[in-house]
């Protein structure tokens, strides 16, 4: 029961199999530079309520795909909605970010965690799901995602966003059975909540570690990489993309869980990443998203940069290296957008197999 997609290129490109161009979606690319998303959530009345609502998170989904030529919707919600429902109190004060009311601390605060009931407990992003894959009628495939234990656990830890990262990091060096506890608690919430969101109508699954990177190679490895190897074990029948933020040192690693994507950052050479992984894992990014505050000549510039670092053949999703900023004109996101459609042609098809584009697919 497969449906046919109209724009297929996003599992294509996940697959391996040859694409007419390369496909481009882009993180937070439903968000505050729009200001049809600026007018939804003010009708909804603050971030979190528009998350809650499945109607209004579906219209929301759908503004960037209804304005650009996007290969993939990505669900609107937060990495939060999982700390939330365990009870820890959080709010997005204006302009400050998120804020836990209870933070985890204690060894107290870990056993009194349980691990939430999707459906029911984050029943309204399965609602969404259902609505979004509805709308979108077909037109891309839609992404799903969750946070990475050890991302999900440095919020909950910190109580909030964090620079220093010293509360969650006093306790993985001075507590590191009670860390490995909470992060055992947090996998297990991900894997079931991956799980309801693939059997909702999620048909990509990305897993955000923005803070893997904070951590030394034997802390990644202990702290991160783990549970993203359960993860990835734990979730079945759709591709599957993880994401380290300044993960760039552990390419290979990553992809020895058996995902089927690593999301790359701008301070890793793209060129570079795929001599790396080979034909292991596709490669997802990576173009700075502060690109987008210069002028179209040299965002075109920047695109061809990076198709180029990639080169011939399919396994290449373009995106940014991290989210769109709330002060990008979305005019200049168009730009990017075709850019990539026009500007990777020429990377695609029959002619130059002298590359050997046919081994590669
Ligand atoms: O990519 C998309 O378009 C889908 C929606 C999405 C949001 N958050 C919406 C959002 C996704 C995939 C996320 C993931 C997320 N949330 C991450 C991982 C990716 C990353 O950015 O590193 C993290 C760390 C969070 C936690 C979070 N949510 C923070 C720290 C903040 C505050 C900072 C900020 O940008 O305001 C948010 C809020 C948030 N999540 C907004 C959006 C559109 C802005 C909220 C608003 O409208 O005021």
């Not at 161009?21 to 690319?29: K, S």
């Not at 985890?104 to 029943?123: C, Y």
């Not at 993880?242 to 993960?247: A, M, N, R, S, V």
């Not at 850019?339 to 197999?353: C, D, K």
Request: glycine share 10%; charged share 20%; with cysteine.
């Amino acid at each position: 029961m497969i449906p046919i997609l109209k724009n297929d290129r996003l599992l294509r490109a996940l697959a391996r199999r040859p694409v007419d161009a390369t496909p481009v979606w882009l993180m937070r690319q439903a968000g505050r530079y729009l200001p049809e998303y600026r007018q939804i959530r003010a009708r909804a009345g603050s971030f979190l309520r528009l998350c809650e609502n499945p109607e209004l998170a579906c219209e929301v989904t759908l503004q960037p795909i209804d304005r650009f030529a996007l290969d993939a919707a990505i669900l609107f919600s937060d990495i939060l909605t999982i700390p939330g429902a365990m009870g820890l109190g959080l709010t997005f004060a204006e302009g400050e970010g998120p804020r836990f009311a209870h933070p985890i601390r204690s060894a107290d605060d870990v056993n009194r965690l349980g691990v939430p009931d999707p459906e029911s407990d984050l029943g309204y992003v399965m609602d969404a799901i259902r609505l979004i894959r509805h709308e979108l009628d077909a037109r891309v495939p839609l992404i799903g995602f969750a946070g990475s234990p050890w991302t999900l656990a440095t919020y909950m830890v910190e109580g909030g966003s964090s620079t220093d990262f010293r509360h969650i990091k006093a306790m993985m060096f001075q507590e590191p059975d009670l860390t490995h506890r909470l992060l055992t608690i947090l996998t297990d919430a991900v894997i079931g909540y991956l799980r309801a969101q693939i059997h909702a109508g999620a048909q990509v699954v990305m897993v955000f570690d923005t803070w893997g990177g904070v951590l030394s190679t034997p802390d990644y490895r202990a702290f991160s990489l783990a549970y993203l190897h359960r993860i990835v074990a734990g979730i079945r029948g759709v591709p599957i993309i993880l994401f380290t933020k300044g993960g760039g040192a552990w390419l290979e690693e990553m992809a020895d869980t058996d995902c089927d994507a690593i999301g790359i950052d701008w301070t890793t050479d793209m060129g570079k990443a795929r001599k790396r992984v080979g034909k292991k894992v596709v490669l997802q990014g990576n173009v700075d998203p502060c690109i987008l505050y210069a002028r179209p000549e040299r965002i075109r510039q920047e695109v061809a940069r990076v198709l180029g670092e990639f080169g011939r053949g399919t396994g290449h999703i373009f995106n940014l290296g991290h989210g769109i900023q709330p002060h990008v004109d979305p005019e200049r996101v168009g730009v990017l957008v075709d850019a990539v459609h026009e500007l990777s042609i020429p990377y695609h098809g029959s002619s130059g197999s002298a590359h050997g584009t046919a081994s590669r697919t």
